[in-house]
């Protein structure tokens, strides 16, 4: 049997219901953003567990902050 694949696989942008091992994986410019906000998520097995919208909890940051930069970064890596 073929798993589905994630809702993360096919979209366009980053969500806050994302997993982070998910958001790194398909778009590894958002590695030093989330290095910028000394957050551990890349290398973290945390990773595969945790939502975006999680981790920025954790850590204290606006979601949708987070998420514009880590757009920004796509963007700018073409």
Do not use: N
Not at 4 to 17: E, K, R, V
């Amino acid at each position: 049997m073929i798993a589905p694949p994630s809702p993360c696989a096919t979209a366009a942008l980053p969500s806050s219901s994302d997993f982070v091992e998910d958001v790194l994986e398909r778009w590894p410019s958002t590695i030093p953003v989330f290095l910028k906000h000394r957050m551990a998520c890349p290398g973290c097995p945390m990773a595969r567990f945790q939502t975006v919208a999680e981790v920025a909890d954790d850590y204290g940051l606006d979601t949708d902050a987070l998420l514009d930069e880590f757009a920004r970064a796509i963007a700018a890596a073409g």
